[in-house]
């Protein structure tokens, strides 16, 4: 067995790049649903795509935030704030919660409440993101914000 040493924050722009092509709110709905493409079905792949697809989504429809938010009965709700604020298919409570445990190793923040800005290296572009936590009693949310363009 080969050991990948490539970090999440490596792998996730290897999968933007790999998503450059496409059209992400149909992969994002796709990934929602749990179609990987990936035989193996890995969850961290998965939710490395869904991320990567987000952020795509997010600059594409110059939204000012995208979010993620779980409460502790298990609903999920993803929301772009971009001309208005709307809800697209969430992932589900699993994908979720390994979509924020990857952010939060990514930024390296383990409290409740906390943001970092977050440079996204693409072909010969990056973009600097910023990500955002917010872990209350009963929910947790994890918001990417976008520059202004």
Known sequence: MIKDDRNYHQRLQEFCDCYMETDPKKELERAAKGITGDPSGDLDELALKFLGLGVFYGAAEKAKKISIERSKEGKVLFS????GEYQLPPPSTQLAD????????????????????????FRNDRIELTFQFDRKKETESFSILFPTI
Not at 101 to 113: F, L, N, V
Not at 114 to 120: H, Q
């Open 80 to 83: 772009v704030e971009s001309r």
């Open 98 to 121: 390994r979509i924020i445990s990857i952010a939060r190793s990514i930024t390296h923040i383990d409290e409740d409440h906390g943001k970092l800005p977050v440079s996204l290296g």
